[in-house]
């Protein structure tokens, strides 16, 4: 049909002459063909500053939408938000590419560490926001982390309640100061230090090498699991940071590294959060699948997602 078009309006020729998209062109005869439009441009255009790659990959760690709210299963190494060391490939801005055709883009309610992987909620309004920032602060939501931590805790299960204070200096990484445990006991000799809760379960264990925990934040200090695991010996694997980058766990509760075919990369996984939806009043709860690399390692462990209750707590409440 574009031929036909070019014929009639004289814009094909041959032997400088007009033509007709039925002739046909002897040897020897020159041709004149009008320069032709570029190709379509490609649909996947990026999205304000989003590249295609970008929007797809946030796009597709969507675990809920609707009008209100979205919860995200958040792929480790990808950081909540801007920072120092962070770079400006993070949520926050990505957040542009889930808009799904709403005016504003969604709006972090709280944040994960860079290499934490799991729920993660934004919220559509300032409303909703407000809300929900409301029900984690007064711990009206119940999260529930997975990890594997080196050794086997004793007891199995149990409270950590050391408090937490930034040490000085900058930690590696970007990721902030690294925070220091203190003993309850000794909180008047540490005005900074803010007070610290978390809940832990061993799930299930590998001889005295690893365990797999779950673990449950009652308060939400910075890096407050990763500080807790390491300070009772058993940091969690892949941690450089708490458990040191090249210190191999043997056995012995001590060490973020375990050799052999796992991964080095940090196994700490926000597997469910439970929380009232802000509009509608449901009690709703959202679960994360494993990221890559710590399926593998359940794999090679032979653990089964499907062993183990996805509430080890709600028992023992």
């Known amino acids: 049909m574009a031929v036909e078009k070019l014929c009639r309006t004289g814009q094909i020729r041959v032997d400088s002459g007009r033509v007709k998209a ?3 062109v002897a040897p020897g005869q020159t041709v004149r063909v009008p320069p032709l439009p570029d190709a ?8 304000q500053g989003v590249s295609a790659a970008d929007a797809r ?5 969507v675990l809920w939408k609707d009008e209100h709210m979205i919860v995200l299963n958040k792929p480790a190494g990808l950081p909540s938000q801007g ?7 993070h949520v926050d801005g990505l957040a542009e590419a889930l808009k799904f055709g709403y005016k504003e883009k969604p709006k972090l309610v709280h944040r994960l560490d860079k290499d934490t992987s799991g729920v993660l909620m934004l919220a559509r309004t300032d409303r909703v926001a407000r809300a929900l920032s409301e029900a984690l602060r007064h711990r009206n939501a119940r999260k529930i982390y997975w990890a594997v931590v080196a050794g086997v805790p004793h007891p199995r299960q149990g409270s950590i309640k050391f408090a937490l204070e930034k040490a000085p200096g900058r930690g590696r990484g970007g990721e902030g100061e690294k925070m220091l445990c203190v003993h309850p ?4 000799d540490h005005p900074d230090a803010k007070r610290a809760h978390t809940d832990f379960f061993t799930l299930w264990f590998l001889g005295n090498r690893l365990s797999w925990m779950a673990l449950e934040p009652v308060t939400g200090r910075t890096h407050q699991l990763r500080a807790h695991m390491a300070e009772i010996g058993h940091p969690i694997l892949g941690d450089g940071k708490y458990g040191g980058s090249d210190t191999e766990n043997l056995g012995d509760g001590w060490g973020a590294g375990a050799g052999g075919e796992l991964s080095k990369k940090l196994h700490l996984h926000a597997r469910s959060l439970t929380i009232e939806h802000p509009i509608t009043k449901t009690l709703m709860t959202f679960t994360a699948p494993l990221p890559d690399h710590m399926a ?8 089964k997602e499907t062993d183990v209750p996805a509430d080890p707590f709600e028992a023992i409440r």
């Open 22 to 24: 039925s002739d046909r």
């Open 40 to 47: 379509a441009p490609r649909t996947e255009a990026r999205v």
């Open 57 to 61: 990959m946030i796009q597709a760690a």
């Open 83 to 89: 920072g120092s060391g962070q770079g400006d490939r």
């Open 185 to 188: 006991a000794k909180m008047a």
């Open 296 to 303: 593998r390692t359940w794999k090679l462990l032979d653990w």
